[in-house]
């Protein structure tokens, strides 16, 4: 359908595109879930602003364009930075029509469309269109200033890129930083200008009286000369000194002032920078043809100026420029020198400036942005959680051939955290292969390359690692067998989700010094995606699946709260008075193989108090060690334990009168409902269908010192979950009072 059209005096201009309509409603839908109004939205023609009715650019959209010329016209092409714009576009000349498909794809911002053309009488013309691209999972001008702010306070200038299909305004830069492509996006702005001034001052530039030295002959010396230095030449003539030489100070004007040493100084240092830039860049593009024959022309038209002043006459009289000693009103106030003087200000500045012009450069796409960010931002919630950062480094960017900058990625440049002995690794883009083994973790069929790496190493050296991939994508479409409500409910797509399944069971880790050398050290995988909840009251719909087998999403963005889930998961994970074991028992920890149990101890400790309503000779049983049976409610043992974990009690310590004196290796538990345990087994009658455990017992082993301070039940027999605790043998050594009892 069409969603816009333009008349202009040569062409006919309209702009084409389907499912459109999802797109706006996503747009509005996440600006109103955040009480937000839908702002203004405009196009430029030639610069000049034009406000549109509603939205209709967005991310991963595809448009197609037409030109249609009232007359014949040749020469006609788009003249876009990027070689693969221009390609999209194809000129019937039968027609007189141009017509062109772009795909927005993950690039936010505004699109930029040069249009040349020549008509029949020779005249040549140009046209510009541009409009701003949206995102539908996020607020443009708000999510993506404050990612920016994130990124550029950790890996300064990373984001930006020699050429994208959109551009931006730097409002959020700051700093200064000698860096090539942000200086060539304050020079494309500002070379009209620069070239308009070096023509003002080829043509008048400025020169000043100079005093000149010389030495000559008395013979040789005229005009007057001072005082003393008459008579001094008049002595020593006298004295027959006829061949010797004096100083002679002679004034004339010269164009070697300090001011035009500036200005050469400047347009030296441009051209150097520019013809840098072009070399660098013919030569790399001769591999991608990324870039068009459009730019190249562009960076030389900007050239010809300074060459053109570096060839004046007068030239070659100025010397090289060593500083300003003092203020110069030249610079300050003489027309062209004024204006080169501010010109070069804002290019040896010009992060400074950004926050007040409107320079505009490539950024990178909205995707690598986005995942950055997210790298940055679990950081963060570890810092909020006490974690200290130690073995800091400066951020490690490398410089690529096309100028951009690049992250030194991978385990060697993570972070690295500590808290109480637990130490902690956060890496972006770790690469694990077969043959590269990092930290004894491996790939064994094929490379795996997770977004973000999250591990934790114990002071035992027990680790446990979870993995995150941020994707700048949300699910649009599912199967008929499936019943997400993706109509009012924001989910990731499933290839997304299958892709944490398949790191989870790819990284394997090796130490062939244990009698069983591989181990899947992946505790979780998931999925981070740029949409809006509001999290402190709605449910993460991943939340299920998080808890239960270790695979899901957070939504994740620079808002309040927007990180709320994520953080809320690590500080339960990471709580680090029982962060050891306790992470063993979470449901997803304990998926074992078909067919097998999955054991993390054996040597698990049951401690829980003794009940009164037992009978008299199951209470004599206690008392003399020779107890056979214990029985508790599934329900009771689930006020603090996922029922599971029953499975791996190897010992029952029994608490009677706020002591325990015995310890009760089990030799079986059962599962069954109460109404089918004995009165021997229970010491009572209970009719009850509710399910518990029934512990059989063997010889108990008696304690050299009991261990105190079991808390009481109250009256009415209840307060069950105060006296129980899981814990091992190990722990049980030199206890003596029960709050000294942990897992870890």
Request: with cysteine; glycine share 4%.
């Amino acid at each position: 359908m069409k969603i816009y059209c333009y008349s202009h005096p040569h062409f006919s201009f309209e702009i084409f595109s389907s499912n459109l309509e999802s797109r706006r409603h996503r747009y509005t839908q996440t600006l109103q879930k955040r009480n937000e109004e839908i702002p203004l939205c405009n196009v430029k023609i030639n610069t000049q602003n034009q406000t549109l009715e509603k939205p209709i650019f967005f991310e991963n959209t595809c448009y197609d364009f037409e030109f249609m010329f009232n007359e014949s016209v040749k020469k006609v092409q788009i003249n876009h930075k990027l070689q693969a714009i221009n390609d999209a576009f194809r000129f019937n000349s039968r027609l007189n029509l141009l017509i062109g498909t772009l795909d927005t794809g993950n690039n936010l911002g505004w699109f930029h469309l040069p249009l040349s053309y020549e008509l029949e009488d020779g005249s040549h013309h140009k046209f510009e269109f541009a409009f701003e691209v949206l995102p539908s999972k996020m607020d443009l001008h708000s999510d993506l200033p404050n990612m920016y702010k994130d990124i550029d306070d950790h890996y300064p200038l990373w984001r930006f890129n020699l050429a994208e299909k959109t551009e931006q305004s730097h409002e959020d830069s700051s700093g200064r930083v000698d860096f090539s492509l942000l200086w060539l996006a304050q020079f494309q702005r500002l070379q009209k200008d620069f070239a308009q001034a070096l023509k003002i001052i080829a043509s008048s530039p400025h020169n000043r009286l100079q005093a000149f030295r010389k030495y000559q002959k008395a013979d040789k010396i005229k005009g007057k000369l001072p005082e003393r230095t008459a008579m001094k030449i008049r002595n020593e003539m006298k004295n027959g000194l006829w061949h010797k030489h004096y100083a002679i100070t002679e004034k004339h004007l010269s164009v070697d002032t300090p001011e035009n040493r500036f200005v050469k100084m400047t347009v030296a240092r441009s051209a150097q920078i520019l013809a840098k830039f072009t070399r660098s860049l013919r030569k790399e593009n001769e591999k991608t043809l990324r870039l068009s024959n459009a730019f190249f022309e562009r960076l030389g038209e900007w050239q010809k100026p300074l060459r053109l002043f570096q060839q004046q006459p007068f030239m070659l009289q100025v010397g090289n420029f060593q500083g300003l000693h003092k203020e110069s009103l030249v610079l300050q106030q003489r027309p062209g020198y004024q204006r080169v003087f501010q010109i070069w200000q804002e290019l040896k500045h010009y992060l400074e400036i950004f926050e007040r012009n409107n320079a505009e450069i490539s950024q990178k796409s909205i995707a690598e942005i986005y995942e950055v960010w997210c790298f940055l931002a679990l950081r963060r919630c570890l810092l909020r959680l006490g974690f200290h950062e130690n073995r800091r480094k400066n951020a490690s960017l490398k410089m690529d051939n096309d100028f951009s900058l690049a992250i030194q990625d991978g385990i060697r440049e993570a972070f690295h955290f500590e808290k109480d002995g637990v130490q902690i690794c956060l890496a972006h883009e770790p690469k694990f292969s077969k043959k590269e083994k990092n930290q004894g973790i491996r790939a064994f069929v094929t490379s795996q390359k997770p977004d973000i790496f999250l591990e934790i190493i114990f002071p035992n050296q027990q680790r446990y690692i979870w993995l995150f991939d941020a994707k700048y994508r949300i699910k649009t479409w599912q199967p008929k067998d499936e019943n997400d409500d993706i109509e009012h409910i924001d989910y990731v797509p499933d290839d997304a989700i299958n892709q944490m399944h398949r790191y989870r069971d790819a990284l394997i880790f090796l130490d062939e010094k244990q009698l069983t050398p591989k181990s899947r050290p992946v505790f979780g995988a998931f999925a981070l995606y740029p949409v809006f909840f509001d999290q402190q009251v709605e449910k993460n719909p991943y939340q299920n699946a998080i808890e239960e087998v270790g695979i899901g999403a957070f939504a994740l963005l620079p808002t309040e709260n927007g990180d709320y889930w994520l953080s809320e998961f690590l500080r339960e994970k990471l709580h680090l008075e029982k962060i050891h074991d306790s992470l063993w028992l979470h449901p997803e920890a304990r998926i074992a193989d078909h067919g097998m149990q999955q054991t993390r101890y054996t040597n698990l400790v049951f401690i829980i108090g003794l009940g009164e309503k037992r009978s008299t000779d199951y209470y004599a049983q206690v008392e003399q060690g020779k107890l056979s049976w214990y029985h508790t409610p599934v329900s009771t043992f689930e006020l603090k334990y996922p029922d599971y974990l029953a499975s791996e009690i190897r010992f029952l310590a029994l608490a009677y009168q706020g002591e325990i004196h015995r310890l009760y290796p089990v030799k079986s538990i059962k599962k069954l409902p109460r109404s089918q345990i004995t009165f021997e087994q229970a010491g009572g009658e209970n009719k009850s269908s509710e399910n518990y455990y029934l512990f059989e017992l063997a010889k108990p082993l008696r304690l050299e010192e009991p261990i105190t301070g079991v808390p009481s039940l109250d009256t009415q027999g209840k307060g069950f979950r105060n006296t129980m605790k899981l814990t091992t043998l190990e722990k049980l050594d030199n206890v003596k009072c029960f709050t000294e009892l942990v897992l870890e």
